[in-house]
């Protein structure tokens, strides 16, 4: 990873402790970013990181993954309103 998207610059950068690596943060940092990703286990010195923050990441995660199972079997690639039934499939996931 070479870079970060420059559309859209993001404030704080979540990944898992796969992507803990000194050039990922330097990048986030030098890109204006704050870098929420766990160190890993073999580190000597362990970066600190917003764990409130990094624990919300698991509710976004959640969602698209209850999304992904509902929505996936009946969404196939040509369906007509793929956006429209995403929207749809949203909303019941909020109001359950």
């Known amino acids: 990873m070479d870079h970060l998207p420059e559309e ?3 404030r704080q950068v979540l990944a898992d402790s796969a992507y803990d690596a000194d050039r990922l943060h330097d990048l986030i940092y030098d890109q204006g970013g704050e870098p929420l990703i766990p160190p890993r286990r073999h ?3 362990k970066h600190r990181y917003d764990l409130v923050a990094y ?19 009946q969404l196939t690639i040509n369906s007509p309103q793929p ?7 949203s909303i ?5």
Not at 55 to 73: C, H, M, P, T, Y
Not at 92 to 96: A, D, N, S
């Open 55 to 73: 624990k919300q990441r698991w509710v976004i995660e959640g969602f698209f993954a209850k999304l992904d199972n509902g929505v996936a079997s």
């Open 83 to 89: 956006p429209r039934f995403i929207k749809l499939a």
């Open 43 to 45: 580190r000597k010195y």
């Open 92 to 96: 019941m996931l909020w109001l359950k």
């Open 8 to 10: 859209s610059p993001a």
